[in-house]
């Protein structure tokens, strides 16, 4: 140990140091199927008339704190139900954190997750210095009922996390159970939508009904990953003081702009996420034919799957110029587990021949 690993050692909270940073593989030169990106570009005369409103933007003024146009653009995009309002995100990833900083400093504050999720709620929780419970999924990763009411009970978490449909499972929970968990809840429920666009399945519309729920999105799937716009709706009084947390120019004036433009433009991505969504059956087909292969249905754009050894197929994959999520490390419910996101056809052919032959001994 060196005096300045000394420093280092001192000044971070444990917790932390034990922490592993957010692990983005490099994919040049790949053919790229690990982060469940939409793989379509825009037609050309979409990307001049982009080009034309850039013009107008003005980089040396801040961006609008409060993008009213494109709070509303987004309300009626997501079906937000019009007594219910909405707080933007740098990604949803912001909003996560934004919501456990809510937390951070309050004792015994607790956040709880089904086990296996997306990996942010605890990773953010865990920075922030807050416990957070993982209640294990059952083996086809459904919600195990009886274990999250009675975590529920144990624990009394303040904010419990769903993704709905669930990463890296990409199934959709029992819409009964998730019912019954908000019911129970003793703080706040946190339906993570942003798979949306593949599910065809929402409780937006039941914000309504419960003062403890919200509803988070994401325009990352959609189609537009590289602008991180996310976004929380739910009841003003929550919102209000949520907004406390957001930093005030949290949205870059090319993300609002371009948001707005792409909302406009709605029916291109409805047609991508239409074609995402076939190409899926079709892949979930595939998959289901190779026998060494365990498929997981999902309702969102990508599919898990375990083989046999994940790790050399993974690496077999690689040696092939295919880049996936290798899930394995996580171990438990995902042990030799693969997680692919659906492609162009092309890409997910490719795929496929190479997945076969990885399989090959
Ligand atoms: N929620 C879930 C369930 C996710 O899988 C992801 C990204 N993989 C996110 C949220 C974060 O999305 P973003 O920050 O791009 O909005």
Known sequence: MTILD?????????????????????????????????PYHWPPEMVEAWLDRLRNIRPN???????????????????????MEILLGNGSDEIIQILLMAL????????????????????????????????????????????????????????????????????????????EIIDKSPGLVILDEAYAPFAQASFMERLSQFDNLLVMRTLSKLGLAGLRLGFLAGRRAWLEQLDKLRLPYNINVLTQITAEFALANAAVFEQQTAQIRSDRTKMYQQLQNLPQVEVFPSAANFILFRVPDADTVFHKLKQQGILIKNLHPSGGLLTNCLRVTIGTPGENEVFLTALKTALTP
């Open 6 to 38: 000394d420093k280092i050692a001192a000044f971070f909270r444990p917790e932390i140091l034990k922490l592993n940073a957010y692990h983005v593989p490099s994919a040049e030169e790949m053919v790229k199927l690990d982060a469940m990106e939409n």
């Open 61 to 83: 003024r801040y961006p609008d704190p409060q993008p009213e146009h494109l709070k509303h653009a987004l309300k009626i995009h997501a079906k937000v139900p019009e007594n």
């Open 104 to 179: 951070a400093g309050k004792p015994e504050a607790t956040v709880m997750t089904p086990q296996p999720t997306f990996v942010m709620y605890q990773q953010l929780a865990v920075s922030l210095g807050l416990k957070c419970i993982g209640v294990p999924l059952q083996k086809d990763f459904s919600l195990d009922r009886e274990a999250m009411l009675s975590a529920l009970d144990q624990y009394r978490p303040q904010i419990v996390f769903l993704a709905y449909p669930n990463n890296p499972s990409g199934n959709l929970f029992d819409e009964k159970v998730i019912l």
